[in-house]
């Protein structure tokens, strides 16, 4: 005789609001923590993210931060789907370990990417960890291709540097709209239909961080969003983290990264981390030659007919986590 399990349901999407942060936390962590463990480093321990990075992701999202919930109305799983402009990823994503194998990763992939297409992003990605297979074959199932790395690279501070660059926290109203202007046609101009403006205003009216931006003969020449908010609950600013860049050659990117860290020594900062992506292979020589030391490796993949596409010049670097 067969015995009686209750129907596990799990009803969703829903919105998510600050108020879900505990709950997504608390997933957060015990979903991924599982993860390693699973993967075999057993004493990992995820700690819960700073409300203050959720508050910006969600921001971020708006209506694609996805919450499914259980019987008893807790939440069972999350997506937080980014859409700038034409470009479209999401995560983080977590399925809670009790309620895997069942269906529910299927579906809130599936109906971020729905959302995601309804918006008319022309890219949809996502990263995971490149040990973790079964993770890659799982979103090789709903569509996704693999393609190159993100490295996450740090390099540790240098006192007393110093690189004319500009800051746009520091610029008045007035001034800094048209900064982010003049950001947005350079980001266009290697990637049409990419925006990254909201990300910009939601950094600097959360204080998260700043916009580093640089100039060569009066015209804009690189721009990096970064972040100095301890990324973990409880954390030191330790590390600053370079989210997105648009330079327009490798000799003004290593400017770039010499004036984000000048600023974070600014900031009593340590070391700044940046996403490096290795479709971009001179940059990544670059920063090897420049001090930089690889520390995370995440494997990027798109969904099918809606893969990213290096510009024919310049590097831009957007980041596919919070």
Not at 180 to 206: C, H, N, W
């Amino acid at each position: 005789m067969r015995m009686w399990q209750p129907e596990h349901a799990a009803h969703g999407p829903q919105a998510v609001t600050e108020r879900d942060i505990p709950g997504l936390n608390r997933l957060f962590a015990d979903a991924f923590t599982d993860r390693y463990r699973r993967d075999g480093l057993v004493g990992v321990r995820v700690p819960f993210l700073h409300a203050a990075i959720w508050r910006y992701a969600i921001a971020d999202a708006g209506d694609g931060a996805m919450i499914w919930r259980d019987e008893q109305d807790k939440i069972v799983a999350f997506n937080v789907a980014h859409r700038s402009g034409t470009e479209g990823w999401m995560g983080p994503l977590a399925v809670r370990p009790d309620r895997q194998l069942g269906g529910l990763g299927k579906e809130i992939v599936l109906a971020a990417a729905e959302w995601l297409k309804q918006r008319g992003v022309t890219t949809l990605g996502l990263e995971t960890m490149p040990r973790t297979v079964d993770n890659i074959g799982f979103y090789s199932r709903l569509g996704f291709v693999p393609g190159h790395l993100t490295l996450t690279m740090t390099r540790e501070v240098q006192r007393g540097g110093r690189v004319a660059c500009e800051l746009l926290g520091a610029l008045d109203p007035r001034e800094r709209a048209g900064r982010v202007a003049e950001i947005g046609e350079l980001v266009r101009s290697f990637a049409p239909g990419y925006d990254f403006s909201r990300e910009i205003q939601l950094t600097l009216d959360m204080s998260l961080g700043n916009a580093v931006t640089l100039r060569h003969g009066g015209r804009l020449a690189a721009f990096a969003l970064c972040h100095s908010a301890p990324l973990a609950e409880g954390g030191t600013r330790d590390e600053l983290r370079v989210l997105k860049v648009a330079v327009r050659d490798l000799e003004t990117l290593r400017e770039l990264l010499d004036a984000v860290g000048a600023w974070a020594a600014t900031q009593s900062i340590r070391r700044v981390a940046v996403r490096c992506q290795t479709a971009y292979q001179d940059a990544y020589r670059a920063l090897i030659q420049g001090g930089f030391r690889v520390r995370w490796t995440d494997l990027r993949m798109t969904m099918t007919g809606y893969a990213e596409r290096a510009p024919a010049q310049g590097i831009l670097w957007s980041n596919w986590e919070i």
